[in-house]
């Protein structure tokens, strides 16, 4: 089975609303609601202001089942923020986290980025050996613009040169 990969669509709001939060809460076990989560709640919004962008991975069926977004921060940044996989859609394989980065990247290349930061969380263990395989490397919170959209949970944080 493949999947498909495009932009954020308002039909998409209950599928992503249903892989986000059942990974979160489901797989993950934090204590996080969809409240607490403003970007979800205007994905065009937040997400495509300035150049930034929100893709959705998509079943054979349409179902949702994986994301990510790219919020421009301004000064040539963007965060990269939201990309969750189904659990059955993960691994090399399947390659949808890869598909959806490479999406990511070749859009923020397309559009002058010259860097990508991000956020995460130390149980995303997985996320980690990911993201730095691909070229990210680990950097200090203190060392982010102040415009890089912090989540409750971000302890961990990767930056990537585009140029």
Known sequence: ???????????????VRS?????????????ITWEDQPDLHDIAGWYR??????????DEAGQAVGTIG??????????????????????AK?????????????HARAHGFATILLGTTEAFRAAHRFYEKRGFRRVEGAALPPAFPRMSGDTRFYRLDLR
């Open 70 to 91: 790219l919020r421009d921060i301004g000064g040539g940044a963007g965060a990269l923020r939201k990309m969750f996989v189904a659990q059955e859609w993960r691994g």
């Open 49 to 58: 202001a300035g150049k930034g962008e929100f893709w959705v991975a998509r």
């Open 94 to 106: 399947r390659a949808v986290a890869l598909s959806l980065v490479e999406t990511l990247l070749g």
């Open 19 to 31: 892989l986000i939060l059942g990974i979160q809460r489901g797989e993950f076990g934090f204590a």
């Open 1 to 15: 089975m493949k999947v498909a990969i495009s932009p954020y669509a308002a039909s998409d709001l209950g599928g």
